[in-house]
């Protein structure tokens, strides 16, 4: 079973796998703990208690880039949140993967399956979280390899995959 985490300035959305890791569904919707945004308060710990119950064995966590593949704030909020999400759940691996475009097509999706308004707000992040985590199950199965970057926990930065080959 694998966890996926769609972090928002407001909510992080949180899915997960079923055993088999065919099948992505939401579970809940975490508030942000304002009042620990840098450093990873309540929110944290809530998604590390569901890592925990579900017996996860690894966490995709989405990685927002523009559409020309660069990083901006968002990216590095998530960056530093998966950071800190890793330390908490350690020694389940936390992985960062490619988001471009997924609370978009949450949104549509929500938007033609005749939710709208505010309850599309309560569950978009759960909906982002799914497709973030459905998207890593798909690479996985179709490549043989884990999809997006490793979060390390020990301050050393990521081999990249150039490195690899």
Do not use: C, F, N, W
């Amino acid at each position: 079973m694998r966890v996926g985490v769609d972090v928002g300035s407001v909510r992080v959305g949180v899915a997960a796998s079923d055993p088999s890791g065919l099948l992505a569904t939401p579970v809940r919707t975490v508030p942000r703990d304002p009042a620990e945004q840098d450093s990873g308060g309540a929110d944290v710990e809530e998604i590390a208690a569901i890592v925990a119950e579900r017996e996860a064995i690894e966490v995709v966590v989405g990685l927002p880039r523009t559409l020309a593949g660069a990083e901006g704030a968002a990216a590095q909020t998530a960056r530093t949140y998966a950071g800190r999400l890793a330390a908490r759940v350690a020694p389940v691996p936390v992985r960062l993967v490619d988001e471009r475009l997924t609370t978009v097509d949450a949104h549509r999706s929500l938007r033609d399956s005749g939710v709208g308004g505010r309850r599309q707000r309560a569950v978009v992040d759960q909906a982002a979280a799914v497709l973030i985590l459905q998207v890593a199950l798909d690479t996985e199965r179709s490549s043989g390899r884990p999809p997006g970057e490793l979060v390390r926990t020990d301050g050393r930065k990521p081999r990249t995959k150039d490195r690899h080959r």
